[in-house]
């Protein structure tokens, strides 16, 4: 429950979300879709040539119902025969999906009755899926017709025509929502790693404080600062992407007695504003000019003003409970602000105030020329070996931690990229075959129109159209939904990236140019054949 049921902000660790084994789980239903249309789709094609068994099966005697356990009974093979070569895959590819998730998942069947229920119960629910509407359509083919040379009457001919345009357009349309999908994911992937967090996060390395480098950490900072590659130091007890501390019982000059007092505080020293580079909004930063602001002053963001009520809050009294009691002081600033949590969290109020003697990080910045930071790292390990020799020197990267956070974005996004690749190359294989089958059906339509002086690029242009026109009722079925279900997950944002027209257009695109791709190499080669050959059995 703690692993997937719970969010957890600011941990680093391998905590995971259960929305994703739902969202990971539709889209392997939306493939394994596409996948049983196309066997739809092409067993509906290929129906001309099953015609004829299904005719002289039901003269010999045979009922509908053995029919259809005779269909019913291919496709489950076949799905039998895919499960085993998924099994195969999922062994192969399994090591290169773990890196990928920073997950360590494992297929053991043996002996987990589960996992092999839940195998059969997939084969049989894509077999009868996939078969369905074969068995049922062919099943109800009259030998009459079918021996008589007219096969499948007009109507039902046309219902079936129209049937395998639905399960194209229905491919499509999923293939086009996940194209759309992946691309906001990168886009909103983007927007957050871009985005102005209001302090600089570059260059800078945070190192643990214990032992006498926490007791001592002003004569740790200015050992640090003597070497030239180092240009600030301040210590926090939190550092900015992960401030988490959340109390309440704040009192200020002009508070409403019914007002909430919950804030985040950060306890600092006089350099953690500078060392970041934030910018002050209103009166000034922490200083040892004035004694007092290591006792008594406090700075507050802008969240925090606006959440008091306060107009002028410069001068005004404040006080924040600490273990001793109320600690209380001006506020002598106002920093703007900056995001302190993860960006799918609005900005919320913030006091920082210094107290020495409870710092857990140094936050070291160094030159943002420096080729190489290995010479630093060295040089701060040196420091800390002269003030905590007892303890480890743990250090990380600012940047580094920041995009851990956004690490299940970014995973989430290499992995809908694959799996829409996949939906992509599943619905081109049944667009080739159904192509392909096409072209075999209308043999002698191109070898007469060549005769009669038709062009391969005429024929070809016939032959596309077509499905062009498929394509474009995809696009219409997928733009609205695909809306709608990115829209929903942008809210999970406070600060996102816009769902702009230019993404559905880039996808449109992209469905064009696949289907044509695929439709034009069938095209051309049967346009390209020799009328002589396609006219010769007639």
């Known amino acids: 429950d703690i692993h997937l049921h719970i969010r957890v902000n600011f941990d680093e660790t391998n905590i995971s979300d259960i929305r994703y084994i739902y969202l990971f789980s539709a889209i392997a239903f939306l493939i394994m879709l596409i996948a049983c249309l196309n066997y739809m789709n092409l067993s509906t094609a290929r129906s001309v040539k099953r015609a004829k068994e299904v005719g002289i099966r039901k003269v010999v005697g045979a009922f ?32 290169t999906l773990n890196n990928l998730a920073g997950k360590h998942l494992s297929l053991n069947p043996q002996g987990n009755l589960g996992l092999i229920l839940g195998f059969i119960g997939i084969v049989l629910f894509a077999g009868f899926l996939a078969g369905g509407y074969p068995a049922l359509f062919l099943s109800a083919l009259k030998p009459v017709h079918i021996l008589r040379g007219a096969i499948i009457p007009a109507q039902p001919g046309a219902k079936k025509t129209l049937f395998r345009k639905a399960l194209v357009v229905c491919q499509f349309g999923i293939s086009i929502f996940l194209i759309i999908s992946t691309l906001l994911i990168f886009k909103q992937l983007h927007f957050i ?5 209001g302090y600089q996060k570059d260059h800078i390395i945070s190192v643990s404080l214990r032992g006498n480098a926490s007791q001592q950490s002003e004569a740790f900072k200015h050992e640090l600062l003597r070497d030239s590659r180092i240009t600030h130091a301040a210590a926090t007890s939190e550092v900015p992407i992960t401030i988490r501390k959340i109390h309440t019982g704040y009192e200020w000059e002009g508070k409403d007695p019914e007002k909430e007092s919950r804030m985040t505080e950060v306890i600092v020293d006089h350099d953690f504003i500078q060392t970041f580079d934030m910018a002050i909004a209103q009166g000034r930063d922490f200083s040892r000019d004035y004694p007092s602001d290591s006792s ?23 006080a924040a409970p600490i273990h001793e ?5 001006p506020i002598i600033g106002v920093v703007k602000d900056f995001h302190f949590q993860p960006l799918h969290d609005s900005i919320e109020p913030l006091v920082m105030f210094i107290m ?20 630093a790292i ?23 931690r920041f995009d851990r956070l956004s690490r299940s974005e970014q995973t989430t996004g290499r992995i809908f990229g694959y799996f829409t690749f996949l939906a992509i190359f599943i619905s081109c294989l049944g667009l080739f075959g159904l192509a392909a089958q096409i072209s075999e059906q209308r043999t002698k339509e191109i070898g007469i129109r060549k005769v009669m002086g038709a062009s391969i690029a005429g024929i070809v242009l016939l032959l596309t159209r077509d499905f062009m026109k498929w394509v474009v009722l995809a696009n219409v079925i ?61």
């Open 64 to 95: 509908r119902i053995n029919l259809i356990k005779q269909f019913f009974g291919e496709s489950v093979l076949i799905a039998l025969i895919a499960l085993v070569f998924a099994i195969t895959l999922v062994f192969l590819l399994l090591p």
């Open 193 to 197: 790693q871009n985005r102005n967090l």
């Open 296 to 318: 008594e002053a406090y700075i507050l963001n802008e969240a925090a003003v606006k959440g008091m009520d306060l107009d002028s809050p410069l001068g005004k009294r404040f």
């Open 325 to 329: 009691g109320m600690r209380e002081g």
């Open 356 to 375: 020495p003697g409870n710092f857990n990080y140094l936050c070291i910045k160094v030159q943002s020329d420096i080729p190489e930071l290995s010479g």
């Open 378 to 400: 060295g040089y701060i390990e040196s420091v800390w070996n002269k003030f905590a020799p007892n303890f480890p020197f743990q250090y990380s990267y600012l940047d580094a």
């Open 478 to 538: 997928a733009w609205p939904t695909a809306y709608i279900a990115m829209k929903k997950w942008l809210q999970n944002y406070a600060y996102r990236t816009s769902l702009g027209i230019d993404i559905f257009i880039i996808a449109a695109a992209m469905a064009f140019f696949i289907a044509f791709l695929t439709v034009s190499f069938q095209a051309v080669k049967a346009a390209a054949a020799d009328p002589v050959e396609s006219l010769r059995y007639e």
